[in-house]
C-alpha cells in the first residue's frame, strides 16, 4: 500500500479521499490553489502545496504543476477526484511517466471511454444496448438533419465531448433541428472544445439508472449494483438513491452483467460507472423497464456514497488497494445490498429563480446532528465549514446529504428530518426545495423519472411551509429571549410585576415575503400577540437546545433564527421543523412601547435606565405627550403623559438605574 498520495481535488471530493487515507494511515497531500489557501481540505491532509491562482485553469488543472507538488512531496501515488483532471487522459499518462500512480483506470480507457460517439460504436461492438441513435464520424448537417428525421422526434443533440449536463438540446420537430444543432455546437465549442455531436432518440419517461463497475488488474471486474439518478434538473443530478425502485433482480443482473461487458471491453482498472437511460412505459410494471448505455464515467461518482450505505464498502479503500496492485476484496458473489440510501445534493442556488447558482459567506451552517445509535444513518460529506465562501470559481455543491435506512420510506423520513435540521444562512440553497421534492407525493411513491421536477413544479417552487404567524411569532419570541438575556433575567418570571402596573404595547414592523406586516406584542398576565389581520393569541416560549419551543395560535412548534450576518436589514432566518422562512424584523428601535401608567403613578414598565427626561417640575403637559425616555432591554422605551396634567416632580436623574415598577416621576 502507498504510503503518500497527492489529491489533485478541493472541496468535498478532497475531503472524503484524505478520511479514507487516513484510516488507512497513508499521509495525504492536498493542493489548494489562492481562493482556497484556508480551504477545510487543506486541514484535512497531512500536507499541502499551493498551485496557483483561484480560476481552475491556474491551479487545478496545472497538471505540470501538481505532479511536481507531488515529486516534491514524496507522493507515491495521486488520487483525482471527480471533475478537474480525473478524466483526463494525458494527465494519467503523465502521472505514470513521472512514476507515480494514477488513482484511476488506464489512460486507454478514459481515452475510449472520453467521447460519447466513440464509446458507443465500442460498445455496440460488445453487444451492450444502445439508445437508438446516430453517432458516426460524419459531421455533415444535412446528414445530421436526416439522421434526426430517421430516429424520429424529440430527438437529442449531444456534444461527444460534453459532460456535467452541459451540451445536449432536446429537438421537438424536424424544422427546429438545423437552429439546435448550431446552437449545441456553439455551446459544446466553448466547453469541451469540440464540437462533434451524437444524435439519440429522447427515451420518454426516461430515468437515468447507472451501475457501479470495479475492476483490478488481475483482470476481475465486479458490479457494486444501480444508483437511481432520475430526479434531475438541466440534466444534472439533484437527487440519487440506492437500490433502484422497481428494480427487478432479473433486470439488475442484466444491467450489471451489460455494465461489466463495458467496463471490460476497454479493460477498466479502478472505480467506473456505466450511465443507462431507461425507457419504462408503466411505473407499476417493472417489466416495461428498458435500458439502453448513455456514457461511461471513468472515475469515482459525487453519488457513490449511496453505494458505500448499501454495501457497506469504502470505495476510496477499494480505489487505493486496487491502484498499489491488490485483488478486489470480494467477488461477485460476496455482494449484498442492506437497506436504501438516498443522497441530496445541497447546492448553492436559488431554485425558485431557475437554480441560478449563488455565491456568499455560509455565516451560519449546522449539520444535522446524528445521534449515537443513528451514527451510520446520516452522512454529511462536505469540503465546507461555517465562515467558509462559496466563490463563483468552483461548483456550486455545499454538501451531500446521504441517509440510510431498512427501507426507502425510513430513508426518506431521515432524509426529510436531516434536511429539516440542516440550517444554512448567508446564501440560497436548495434544501428547502429538496425538501419539497422529498416530501412529494411523486417522489415518495417513485414515480421517477427525469421530468420529476418540471412535473411537479406547482408543488416544488414558491412553497411556504412555514406561514407569516409562526414566523412572526418564532421571531418575536426570539428578540424577547435575546432581549431577557442580555437583561440577565427572563420577564416570565416576573409576570406578577409586569400585572400590576398595567399593559405595554410593542409594535413590530416585518416584513414577509416582500410585505410590510405589523405584529403588536402585548405585555400583561399572558403575552398577548397579533400579527398582522390575524386574531390576537398567547405566545409562549421555553428554550430548548439552540432553539426555542414557541406556541402561538394554538400550535406548538420548535423553531431557531438566525440573523442572516451583520442584521443590519433585519434580515432572520426561522427554521422550523415544517421549513424554513425568511423575516425581517425593520429597525428594531422602533419598538418603543407605550408605556402604561396606573392612577397616575407613571412606572417604569421594566427594569432599566433613564434616558432623559423631556420635561421638568411644573411643566404642563397633554395626553400623549412624551415625559421620559428609558432603556431596558435594548430598546427605548418612551413613557407618555396618560392625561393632560402638571408635572409635579421628577423622581430620578438621567442615567439612574430603577427597578421595574419604580414611580419614574409625579404628574397632577
Ligand atoms: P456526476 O454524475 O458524478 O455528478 P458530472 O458529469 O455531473 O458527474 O460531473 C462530476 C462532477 O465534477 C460535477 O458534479 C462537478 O462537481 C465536478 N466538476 C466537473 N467539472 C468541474 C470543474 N471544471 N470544476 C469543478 N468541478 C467540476
Ligand atoms: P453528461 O455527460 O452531461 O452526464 P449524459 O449523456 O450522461 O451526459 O446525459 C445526462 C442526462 O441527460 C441523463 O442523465 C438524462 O437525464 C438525460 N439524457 C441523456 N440521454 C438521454 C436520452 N437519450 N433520452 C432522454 N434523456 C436523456
Ligand atoms: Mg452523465
Known sequence: MFKKILIANRGEIACRVAATARRMGIQTVAVYSDADAGAKHVQACDEAVHVGG????????????ILQAAKDTGAEAVHPGYGFLSENEEFAKACAAAGLVFIGPPASAILAMGLKAESKRLMESAGVPLVPGYHGADQNPALLQREADRIGYPALIKASAGGGGKGMRVVEKSKDFAAALASCQREAINSFGSDAVLIEKYVQRPRHIEIQVFGDTQGHCVYLFERDCSVQRRHQK???????????????????????????????????????????????????????????????????????????LDLVEWQLRVASGEPLPLRQNQLRIQGHAIEARICAENPDNNFLPATGTLRVYRKPQASSFERSTVRIDDGVREGDTISPFYDSMVAKLIVHGDTREQALARLDTALAQTHIVGLNTNVQFLRHVVRSDAFATAQLDTALIQRESAVLFNQDPVGLQTAAAAVIAYELRAEAGAQGADPFSRRDGWQSHGTTRRRFELEYSGQPVRAVLTYGPQLRLQVGEGAEADLQYTPQGDGLWVQFNGRRIHSTVCAQGDASDGLCHVFTPQGAAR?????PLAHAGEVAQEGGRLTAPMPGKVVSFAVKAGDKVKAGQALAVMEAMKMEHTIQAPQDGTVAEL????????????????LH
Do not use: C
Open 651 to 666: 423622581l430620578y436623574a438621567p442615567g439612574d438605574q430603577v427597578p421595574e415598577g419604580a414611580e419614574l416621576l409625579k
Open 238 to 312: 439533484v437527487l440519487e438513491e440506492a437500490p433502484a425502485p422497481g428494480m427487478t433482480e432479473a433486470l439488475r443482473a442484466q444491467m450489471g452483467a451489460a455494465a461489466v461487458a463495458a467496463a471490460k471491453a476497454v479493460n477498466y482498472v479502478g472505480a467506473g460507472t456505466v450511465e443507462f437511460i431507461v425507457e419504462q412505459t408503466d411505473y407499476d410494471q417493472p417489466e416495461s423497464m428498458k435500458f439502453f448505455f448513455m456514457e461511461m464515467n471513468t472515475r469515482l461518482q459525487v453519488e457513490h456514497p449511496v453505494t458505500e450505505a448499501i454495501t457497506g
Open 54 to 65: 483561484s480560476a481552475p485553469k491556474d491551479s487545478y488543472l496545472r497538471w505540470e504543476r
Open 583 to 587: 423575516i425581517s424584523v425593520l429597525n
